[in-house]
């Protein structure tokens, strides 16, 4: 887990996937994996370096607009606490 903090290429392969969910039918996977991603950058700190990405490019390919606007909520909350 600590490789994917230190190489921001791989921020790229997630985006990839992330998008690759939403295309190929597995849009009900982006909301779990974004929700994770935030937990370990925001609260765990541990992917802290993968702040930025959340916010600006995982966080809005999640597909369904429910599940991008749940956790949009849960970010800012997170983002709040810690």
Not at 6 to 19: D, Q
Not at 46 to 56: A, D, K, V
Request: aromatic letters at 12%; glycine letters at 2%.
């Amino acid at each position: 887990m600590l490789y994917v903090n230190s190489s921001f290429h791989n921020y790229l392969r997630i985006t990839r996937m992330l998008k690759c969910f939403g295309m190929v039918g597995l849009a009900r996977l982006q909301a779990p994996l974004v929700e994770f991603l935030i937990i370990e950058a925001f609260a765990t700190k541990i992917l802290s370096n993968c702040q930025r990405s959340c916010r600006t490019y995982w966080l809005p390919s999640v597909v369904d607009a429910r599940e991008r606007l749940r956790l949009e909520c849960f970010l800012k909350k997170i983002s709040r606490q810690y």
